[in-house]
């Protein structure tokens, strides 16, 4: 399905390659990264086969400085990544046109039951020192990575007494003080003996945002807003070692939770008349997340020859969702008069353990041995909290997984992979009766169970010091949405045993790529392509509510990115992805629709330009172009258009006083734009304006 766009890329790609970079000095060359996502063991990244995106530290914090949404730093760097709402939900943001599985530290985020579409506010970032991207369907942590992997990877404690004060302010010039948002960051790190430990405290209290007209943005008072909103974030990781083990301790907590001072208005999609926002009071509780997670993880370098590391964590999610300023058709019921206001919440408790046992040169055999076996048990339910009712029954998952994983390097510069996964998963579900809207309609329980068998294989060969190759073909194991499935039920005489689409999804990814790396420049193009015989497609009622549609699916692409340190002081990055999706719209067996925007990102292309001007002055200038893209039915229709748009970011670090002083604007040029999922799924009540010009200042010191 690629186009001419792909030719395009693939020229320039080798036409760099071809350049004067040939004659880099290799003794250059740092020391490899390593990642642990992608096989749950460290590993060079040489040694992957698969696309894959480390954010550093020190790039991580270049993207924070500009803004605190972890969706768009994503979508800066990874341009398959679709782009942030910009919103407290991400129902419809994707990768590689799939859900990713969001982790902290390797334990599981996302809530596969009820995908309440907020998943990207789990956590502060002030507490992140990386981010592991995994792309591509995979089933290497087990449920729900049908798009790839996203590992929120949490601060260490220092090896020394160490305290930061992190303070920022961002505003708008329409009106500093309804704009104003101000954030503060303490944290403390030691180690005593074999003992170390880091707390850390963050609060932050946001205002309302302006489009570049200076129009107030509306406020998405039910899905959630982080604009008007309040969020605090207490971290705690300690942890002891003694001889070749450890055992460590970690607990966050995160809430977020919207003011309820400003009123949706909504605009006119027919009209092109954005939503907007009024002062005003809502009735209820305002739009929520409050996430509590605890890991205990013990590592021994010796277990019997071998290396174990064992993880025991829990989650506990509370996702509210605010009420609309009008009743909504979804929740009305005689029983409860008319004009009934009501609003909903998701809540999902997960236990899990993982338990991962490595050992290298098996047998005197150049292979690594990776197996272990996962276990999750999630508890979810979605309640309507101001009536008592449940729209959402308590569904309980139980899911265990074995794995077993094989890396052979016997063959010079040649790394071969290959695994299996056993999933098995039981759901149960107690008798329920849906909402009066969907005709209270009696469901019977059940217990239905699934297993299936996932394989893995890839390889990469080192052509030379600088070339690689690789590929890699693998499988994901996902649940469909099946709180919206159950609630969604409108016909009588259905049973929770025999309803198909409670049937799991299973995504089949393969993809092949090449890469280049040497002192001066690191290139890596990968095209691979997806599909699914019975997936999930997100498609939206007129009342505004999501419903999953089973469907066969087709997703390919095609990623490419490089960074090329031109001067010692000048490096530049150029990052570009084009995906296309298709559904089977009847049934046939043949995909012959595409994709919309709540299922598939833009084509797009990020570029970028850091410069050290001085040992302690530095910035970054980049670019986010988005292509248009027209989507058509499967009669060749034109359904849906999305009017593409380029924004430009730019950020300043002074290294003074013992700490760094930061200066940043988001979009620069005030690029006047609606969202991309405002145009790609377009409704009255949410038809919203990107941020227009923002100014940023931050200050942190350690001492």
Not at 65 to 93: C, F, W
Not at 265 to 289: C, F, H, L, T
Not at 291 to 307: D, I, M, P
Request: hydrophobic content about 35%.
């Amino acid at each position: 399905m690629i186009g001419k766009e792909c030719v395009a890329v693939s020229a320039l790609v080798v036409t760099a390659f071809s350049g004067n970079v040939l004659a880099a000095d290799a003794a250059g060359t740092e020391l490899e990264e390593v990642m642990v996502t992608s096989s749950r063991i460290d590993r060079p990244l040489s040694t992957i086969p698969n696309t894959v995106t480390v954010i550093s530290s020190v790039e991580l914090a270049q993207q924070l400085a500009i803004h605190n949404d972890i969706s768009t730093v994503l979508g800066n760097l990874i341009p398959s990544y679709s782009p942030s709402r910009q919103k407290m939900t991400n129902a419809g943001e994707s990768l590689r046109g799939r859900k990713p599985l969001y982790m902290i530290d390797g334990i599981p985020q996302s809530s596969p039951l009820r995908e309440g579409g907020r998943d990207g506010h789990i956590i502060d970032s002030a507490v992140l020192s990386r981010v592991e991207v995994l792309h591509g369907a995979n089933a290497i942590h087990g449920l729900g990575a049908s798009g790839g992997i996203i590992n929120l990877i949490t601060k260490r404690p220092s090896e020394k007494f160490e305290q930061n004060v992190r303070v920022d302010s961002t505003f708008q010039t329409e009106d500093v003080g309804e704009s104003a948002d101000y954030g503060v960051t303490y944290s403390l790190s030691n180690r005593f003996g074999n003992a170390d430990v880091l707390a850390s405290l963050s609060y932050r209290e946001s205002g309302i945002s302006y489009d570049a007209n200076g129009d107030v943005i509306g406020s998405d008072n039910t899905q959630g807003d982080t604009m008007d909103s309040r969020t605090l974030n207490a971290f705690l990781k300690t942890g002891y070692d003694w001889d070749d083990q450890r055992i460590e301790l970690m607990l966050n907590r995160y809430d977020i939770e919207g003011n309820n001072d400003w009123i949706s208005v909504p605009g006119s999609v027919a009209n092109g008349v954005p939503s907007s926002a009024v002062k005003g009071y809502i009735a209820g509780e305002g739009a929520r997340n409050r996430v509590t997670n605890l890991a205990l993880t013990y590592t021994n370098e010796v277990f019997l020859g071998q290396n174990l590391k064992a993880q025991l964590f829990s989650q506990d999610l509370e996702a509210t969702y605010g009420a609309e300023a009008t009743p909504l058709d979804t929740f009305q019921d005689p029983a409860y008069g008319p004009n009934l206001i009501d609003q909903s919440q998701n809540n999902s408790e997960k236990q899990g353990l993982k338990v991962t046992l490595s050992k290298r040169d098996v047998a005197g055999v150049p292979v690594t041995l990776v197996y272990g076996f996962d276990v999750l048990i999630d508890e979810t339910w979605q309640e309507l909290i101001q009536t008592g009712r449940s729209w959402v029954p308590k569904s309980r998952y139980e899911n265990y997984a074995p794995f077993l994983q094989l890396d052979y390097t016997g063959i010079d510069r040649l790394t071969v992979t290959g695994g299996v996964r056993y999933e098995k998963a039981k759901l149960e579900v107690d008798d329920f009766t849906t909402l009066a809207s969907a005709g209270s309609r009696f469901v019977r329980g059940g217990e239905p169970d699934f297993s299936e068998t996932l394989h893995n294989i890839g390889a990469t060969y080192r052509l030379t010091d600088a070339w690689r190759v690789f590929a890699n073909r693998a499988e994901a194991f996902s649940m469909p949405d099946v709180g919206r499935v159950l609630r969604g039920i409108n016909v009588p005489n259905q049973s929770v045993e025999s309803f198909l689409d409670l049937k799991p999804v299973l995504t089949r990814n393969a993809e092949v790529g090449l890469e280049f790396k040497n002192a001066i420049l690191d290139a890596q193009v990968a095209y691979f392509r997806s599909n699914s015989d019975l997936g999930q497609r997100l498609q939206r009622g007129n009342d505004g509510i999501y419903t999953v549609q089973r469907e066969k699916t087709e997703i390919d692409g095609f990623e490419f990115r490089t960074s090329w340190r031109a001067t010692d002081a000048d490096t530049f990055g150029v990052r570009y992805a084009q995906t296309e999706g298709r559904f089977d719209s009847n049934a046939d067996g043949r995909v012959d629709s595409d994709l919309g925007g709540a299922n598939i990102a833009p084509d797009r292309v990020n570029v970028s330009w850091d410069r050290a001007w001085t040992p302690s002055i530095t910035s970054r200038l980049q670019v986010n172009h988005l292509l248009d893209r027209d989507f058509e039915n499967r009669a060749g229709v034109t359904i849906n258009e999305f009017d593409g748009y380029t924004t430009v970011d730019l950020s300043a670090d002074l290294a003074a006083f013992g700490g760094t002083f930061t200066a940043a604007v988001q979009n620069l040029t005030n690029e006047d734009y609606f969202t991309y999922y405002s145009q790609t799924s377009p409704i009255d009540v949410r038809y919203f304006k990107g941020i227009g010009r923002t100014f940023r200042v931050l200050y942190q010191v350690g001492f």
